[in-house]
């Protein structure tokens, strides 16, 4: 069982950057492929970035890819995104979540089967 809590969003102006943190508890947390996905209002959740447990494979989607960075620290037990140059579009609930230890990463929903809670991040115009 993995336990996971998101910290880090908030409102930001259209350029500006925030830094999500997603701490993890439970047994073996840092052997698991770990991954962000986002939901705007009105529409589906998706695939933002994943990472291999320790983080030497990682994966983006072409709207992330060149803006935001995913990376781990074994020692606190956390995934972080790096999110620069943000944009309106940007607008959504960010959650973190967790696949089998030792996994490839993958951008599929339902591959993932530990989730958090979502934090919620504004980017103004």
């Known amino acids: 069982q993995v336990q996971l809590v998101e910290s880090g969003g908030g409102l930001v102006q259209a350029g500006g950057s925030l830094r999500l943190s997603c701490t993890g508890s439970?047994?073996?947390?840092?052997?698991?492929?770990m991954a962000w996905f986002r939901q705007a209002p009105g529409k589906e959740r998706e695939f933002v970035a994943a990472?291999?447990?320790?983080?030497?494979?990682?994966y983006y989607d072409d709207s992330a890819q060149g803006r935001f960075t995913i990376s781990r620290d074994h020692a606190k037990n956390m995934v972080s995104l790096q999110m620069n140059n943000l944009k309106p579009e940007d607008t959504a609930v960010y959650y973190c979540?967790?696949?089998?230890?030792?996994?490839?990463?993958?951008?599929?929903?339902?591959?993932?089967?530990?989730w958090g809670q979502g934090t919620q991040v504004s980017v103004s115009s």
């Open positions: 979540a967790a696949r089998f230890p030792g996994s490839e990463v993958r951008r599929e929903a339902e591959e993932y089967t530990y």
């Open positions: 439970g047994r073996a947390f840092h052997s698991y492929t």
């Open positions: 990472a291999n447990w320790n983080g030497g494979s990682t």
